[in-house]
């Protein structure tokens, strides 16, 4: 079992709508949680963070997260077509220390 | 402020020769870890550094890789007698003492051919 799993995508959406991104994770003892997005040739550059249960905003993103189901997902209000890119999720602590461990990222396309 | 700077942005090297990346963090940050990304793949750790100390490096291949973030100066990271499997984009990235955000540098993309 991979620590932290994403669907790989292509995750195509229209313009305008709703895109919803899954991340799981393994290791119960993990406390914070990340959203990078990276362009493709690009370095990868935060987006958003949690360390709560419950949700949190930050105009058109908005992450959740459940420890209890070991899940972290990241909503995209009002798709553009800049955020096409891949969306990669991380997890740092527990076993894993002071590292971040990503996922396979989730590749995002919207649709004009 | 300068963001994190990683350099050469493209490295070509043939079979057998040494490849050494830089990494300057951003002012302030004393922390550094780098990452390698095969396409299409996420980011996989290969170590975490602070000054003259290598924290967690529990990422890197037992042979041929090395770190290090001396007192002066950009930490490198070092690849000995490359292969063509070391091919990928190798990320640094640094954060400040007491935070939890990496800021990445742009890359260095290494070919060996």
């Known amino acids: 079992q991979k620590e932290v799993e994403q669907n790989s995508g292509p995750l195509s959406v229209p313009e305008g709508a709703i895109a919803s991104l899954n991340c799981t994770y393994s290791?119960?003892?993990?406390?914070?949680f990340f959203w990078y997005r990276q362009y493709s040739g690009k370095s990868p550059e935060l987006i958003m963070f949690?360390?709560?249960?419950g949700d949190k905003e930050d105009g058109r993103f908005t992450a959740q997260l459940n420890k209890a189901s070991q899940y972290v997902s990241l909503l995209i209000r009002d798709s553009q077509p800049s955020d096409s890119a891949t969306y990669l999720c991380?997890?740092?602590?527990?076993?894993?220390?002071?590292?971040?461990?990503f996922g396979g990222g989730t590749r995002v396309l919207v649709k004009p | 402020n300068a963001g994190v700077m990683q350099n050469p942005r493209h490295l070509v090297r043939r079979r057998g020769q040494e490849a050494r990346l830089r990494c300057s963090p951003m002012?302030?940050?004393?922390?550094v870890y780098w990452y390698r990304q095969l396409p299409e793949e996420g980011l996989k750790f290969m170590v975490y550094?602070?000054?003259?100390?290598?924290?967690?490096e529990s990422g890197m291949p037992k042979e041929r890789f090395s770190a290090e973030f001396p007192k002066e100066g950009p930490s490198i990271l070092r690849i000995q007698q490359v292969v063509r499997g070391d091919s990928a984009a190798y990320f640094c990235?640094?954060?400040?003492?007491?935070?939890?955000?990496?800021?990445f540098g742009s890359g260095t993309q290494l070919s060996v051919l």
């Open positions: 991380a997890v740092k602590g527990g076993a894993a220390g002071n590292k971040l461990t």
């Open positions: 990235a640094s954060s400040p003492p007491a935070s939890e955000k990496l800021f």
């Open positions: 290791d119960r003892g993990s406390q914070s």
């Open positions: 550094l602070q000054k003259e100390n290598i924290i967690d």
């Open positions: 949690i360390y709560s249960n």
């Open positions: 002012k302030g940050h004393s922390h």
